[in-house]
């Protein structure tokens, strides 16, 4: 490709990048390396919006759930990884701000249904809380709950066994238990990283309208590799490939009208 | 919403973090202060140890007091050395080895064939009991057993019985472990062939599982080698070489102790347990190994 | 085939030898101990005077059995910080690491270590050490031996414990990181009570391996046959009163040293019994 071809192309991409007013979240310019000079997410930009669902697509090992996970500073785990660019939460670096505070106000769901195998379901739900030393009355917990139970549909399956291991649960419930869990801080952003990839038709479907359902009031960023899971459920899609990110549009307009050609591969199936 | 409000008044996230520092130091600090005895001991044992260590010491049985008690009062280092100590050692070891190595991989390839019945099941509970008997115990059944009975008198037999039953269940688990760790595909592949049990077990399960048998075995020396409390009550030592299984002998463990309880011959002490530290220092590193280029392969 | 089956019944034969060198322990300790008991009756066990004078025999196991107890409890409770400290460090922290495998081959080390040579090390290093503090006149006693059991056990308690604490589920504790904890709330929220039974279990063999230390104790508890008056005071174990009585002991003497290695026997037994149900419950 010559030079020209790729100043041609980056002016398309900025092109490209949806308008969106007044992000919750807004990613500039970030790269992240787990060692030096192998990067698995390169100098992406993108503005995230308010009560809705952005779904994050790729083949495996594009650098998407980096990307997740950089949203609420998980990736920080992972000893020596580089961060550079910016996060911003409204007008907050998150990358400036203790991981603390900014877990609280990110929560986050994972691949598998993970409660904690030592705790009751009530105690799941209200895990937030007593990890994070918050002491609360008895009628404010019962209360946390019931509203994050009843948020997730799971209220009126459990409410008679609160006091059982959460592990009894069946996967499904098990994955909205966990979303419960993320919910019970009234986090403004919540992180799904395939959160529907261990469970059976059945409990995806649910879990997906129940992601719709919550979009009223929190916003959702979701990575996935299921394509019509995104083009179900979400209103902005992103496509990411070795750790570029190639195209972000209105999910309806990426599917429809995909402007990249990488991006029209993948959607095709003919890699991923 | 109430909750809400509490939430935005109750920030420790820098108190949290604090304690979180300070935690993690603690745990610094705690292992560092849990490795430093062994760092002191091994210190302690070369430094002292290693001004007698010389040929004679490898080569020459104990000396008595008196020749002890000349030397150090003209400022020499003690004559003679540990020759009884070692050839004792290596006498009960090996009695020990001879009768706990078939014996132990036998019943552990017994209890692999037998996994799922109650009666393997109290053969591998035994074994775990066995495991957890004190040496001091094993001393003394050993000594009503063959002290009074067999030898009718303290004897390397004595000590190596006791210190069989020590390794017995260190080698029936080790063999279990290891061969349960053999694909039974290999097993079957003979089996289909017609080709007798026995066979299987010499040619195919032995030497295929032969490095993890040796990291068990050697363990189990090393764990026998230093142990002092039983041969006291069995083989009570010998001021020369024996090895006659029947008569008492001495050991490296048993004559640390002797020079411990004679104020003159306190110097062979450092010496002694640095070779002994030594012997079992080599055991450990051949059989980790071993452990590891098993895990390669 | 005619030979699988004698094959069969050598390998039955090899697990009868050790089940009859178990039940012959038990025999041989029990017919060796009758004389005393008929003599003392339970009074043996709860009595507290241990007099091998001709003429007034009197042979109570109390003090020995006080003075194990003490001495072991006294080792865990040492131990108790040092080896979580250790195992976290191993299992958690420095997962994986190069560091984590120095301190954990040092630890093992431990385990190599004559209990003569700690004994040595005890006499030379930590006693003088003790009379400094001026803990006790002449370093001796139970404080001491608690202390030399503590390191003696710590590789027991860390070998189980840090490698169930690794094997904790990566996904549990990014749940709770993602909640806000911090590494140390995870330590104490999801990893310990998620590891908790084998933690437990192996701070119980760890004590069971207290119980029947001999020759460090031996060296460094004072061998008084009294039951220990306070911390720092003298006493003498089960273990250490069988090695140093013994030489000397025939008759009535040696029924009550074989009773005390009956009660030593049935203790540890009990006590790993107790820990490997708890293991076999986990796993």
Known sequence: MTTVAMAEKQVKMEERIVDIKNPVLSIQDLSIAYNKDKYAVKHVNADIKKNAITAIMGPSGCGKSTLLRAINRMHELYPDIVTEGKINLHDDDILKMSTIKLRRKIGMVFQRPNPFPTMSIYDNVIAGYKLNGIKLKRAERDEIVERSLRNVALWDEVKDSLMKKGTFLSGGQQQRLCIARALAFQPEVILLDEPTSALDPVATAKVEDLLVELKKDYTIVLVTHNMSQAARISDYSMFMYLGELVEYDKTKVMFTNPRDSRTEGYLTGKFG | ?297 | MKSDKVTKQILFAASLIILLTAAGMVFSLIMGAIPVFKEFGLGFVFSNEWDPTEGRENYGALPFIAGTLITSILAIVICLPMAFSTSLFIGEYFRKSAVASVISSMVDLLAGVPSIVYGLWGFYTLRPIIMELGLSPQGYGVFTSGIILAIMIIPYATSLSNEIISMVPNELKEAAYSLGATRMEVVFTVILPNARSGIVASYILAFGRALGETMAVTMLIGNSNVVPDSLFGTGNTMASVIANQFGEADGLKLSALIGIGLLLFIITALVNWIGKIIIKKFS
């Open chain 2, 1 to 297: 919403m109430k909750a809400q409000i509490e939430l935005a008044n109750q920030d420790n996230s820098s108190y949290r973090k604090l304690k979180d520092r300070i935690f993690f130091w603690f745990i610094v600090v705690m292992s560092v202060v849990t490795i430093s005895p062994i760092v002191m001991i091994i210190g302690k044992l070369v430094v002292k140890g290693f001004r007698q260590f010389n040929f004679n010491f490898f080569t020459q049985t104990t000396p008595d007091t008196f020749e002890a008690m000349m030397a150090v009062s003209q400022g020499e280092i003690i004559p003679g050395g540990i020759l009884n100590g070692i050839t004792g050692s290596l006498l009960v070891v090996v009695l020990a080895s001879v009768m706990a190595i078939p014996l132990g991989v036998i019943i552990g390839i017994y209890l692999y064939e037998n996994q799922a019945k109650r009666y393997a099941g109290l053969i591998r509970s035994i074994a775990d009991v066995l495991q957890g008997v004190p040496s001091i115990v094993l001393g003394l059944i050993s000594y009503l057993w063959i002290v009074k009975h067999v030898t009718t008198g303290f004897s390397a037999l004595a000590g190596s019985v006791s210190l069989c039953i020590m390794m017995l269940p260190l080698i029936i688990r080790s063999t279990e472990e290891t061969m349960k760790m053999i694909p039974t595909s290999i097993k079957e592949a003979g089996l289909a062939l017609g080709v007798p049990y026995y066979k299987i077990i010499l040619r195919v399960l032995i030497p295929t599982g032969f490095s993890g048998l040796m990291t068990g075995i050697l363990l189990a020396i090393s764990r026998i080698i230093g142990e002092t409390a039983p041969l006291m009550l069995t083989t009570l030592g010998s001021p020369v070489v024996n090895m006659n299984i029947a008569k008492p002998t001495s050991a490296v463990p048993l004559l640390i102790w002797e020079f411990y309880n004679d104020p003159n011959m306190v110097d062979l002490i450092w010496s002694s347990s640095l070779f002994l530290m030594g012997f079992v220092l080599t055991l450990n590193i051949i059989s980790k190994r071993i452990a590891a280029k098993r895990r390669t392969i």
